[in-house]
């Protein structure tokens, strides 16, 4: 179930000679996981998905994808194995909703029931006809889950998704992590850039944390989302409102004992 | 893709309107100024309008698929070959030709030929704005326009510095030519050669259509869904340089048609490439040859009146109408 999908080896990158944005992860991506990348501000978060997806390459190190170097995975190949969700899109053209979502089939066979699917999955029926560039932000991360999900019907392995839920209310941000959820049941990987610590707690199998472009930890949510890990991290003090000694809430997989923070300044 | 890029009913009348429109101006434009009649004056009078038919025709279309095919690559759509400096890029060219032809100089540009100068030209200037225009790999929409009119500016310098170098009669031919002349004297051959060029453009460009609808998107989206976008600029660049090197050859830098006629029929039929290469192709041809039938029939500068001023007259307000919502948005545009 949990092989890796995607291997990350001692990758770094930066813009600018000198300067690494990210440096020297070396990580796994399992099949069938849920992974919460977290960290503060410019930590290399959205590089490292970057990096993840092929749109950069790295200046040291090798990510390979299914057993290949990313490089050297033909773009349709790659397509049908791996789907992206940006945070926001950078559309300029009035699109309709459902012809944003057929793109996601762009390099790929046609697949009219995935489309119907992912349209009534996402909410996204009464929308169809909608220029995609008028709808709101959340409207529009909705379109883009849907795109992924479209893609990703068939041979779909990983999922990358850059904070997909920063502008949706809140039963869309857990409707759309029950989709996710439901995804990775599936056996996709699915990577989430976050910040919402508590979102991760509530539905990551593992989590991520960077910092300054490196990951200074990494493992199950039990093993990383601790105040005494995250502190450090955030430069704040994290208190668990609910916490494993007490039961804490009940995942969305069932396990009891996840934790729910609370966080100020410190003195 | 396949399933929801078909056209609609819609999309099928406005695509016949347009057609419709095409043959009753080209109609026009073979009977205004009354019936050429029988024999060899009638048959001189029709093969001249059906050569000014044809290469209105023709600059029409491929200066519209041009304006279609770079603001589609661009994510722009203020894009177009004339306000990019495509256009003139090609007018320059062609006149450093003609210049070279005048002092005698036999360099490998004049010995190639005016087309030849121009697609150079055309891919300099259009080169020039690609890169100089770039932050970190992506295109900065209101730092591309800038580049354009500076190049566009520089371009049309150094044109009049060819003209001031120029003899007197060959620098009236030229200032006639670069008002946007739809020039007779061309000759069917150099017709024949840019509207075959333009009807191949045009198919390669309908091909790549859900390519271009993909690539409006930013790059880790294009790239995600499996186009290779350096291949598709790469391409499509290329087709848009040819197209306006083809159009200044026939005519001259005409303004505004690359720019207003996507703008039009993306309202009409949406923005999916497929179809929009094709309206547009419709709309620019009608448009060039309707101007000119305008330009006959009310003997506006006795009939002779070049059809790329009448281009300006209609598209300067037009375009800031257009830019009206850019405008004020600073460095968010």
Redesign the interface.
Known sequence: MNDAVMRLDEVSFGYHPGEPVVERITADVPSGQLTAVIGPNAAGKTTLLKLMLGTLSPTRGAISLNGKKLRSVAAGDRAAMMSYVPQRSSANFAFTVEHVVAMGRFALPWHGQAMTDVMAACDLEKLRRKPFIELSAGQQQRVLLARAMCQATGDGRVMLLDEPTSAMDLRHVHQTMDRLMRLRDAGLAVVVVMHDLNLAARYADAVWLMQEGRLVAAGSWRDVLKPAVLEPVYGVKIEEMQGRRDGGTEGRSGEPGRPVFDARLAE | ?????AATRRDRVVLIALGALVLVVSVSRLWVGGWFGFGELGRSVLELRALELGMGLTVGASLAVGGTLLQALL???LASPYLLGVSSGAALGMMFNQWLLYIGAVGSIYIMGNQVAAVIGAMTSLGIVYVLSQK?GTIDPLGLLLVGVIVNAVNGAAIMFINYLSPRGLRGDMALWMMGYLDANTGWWTLVLVMLLTLTAICAAVWLG??M??A??????A??????LHRLRLGVFSLAGLLTAGSVLLAGPIGFIGLICPHLV?MLL???HRLLVIGSAMAGAALIVGAEVIIKLADIGQGKMPVGAIMAIIGGPLFLWMLRPQLGRGGDA
């Open positions: 893709m396949k399933g929801e890029g994510r722009n759509p970190r859900g390519a609808d993909v409006t998107f930013s790059d880790a989206e790239h995600s869904m499996g186009l290779n993306r949406g923005p999916r």
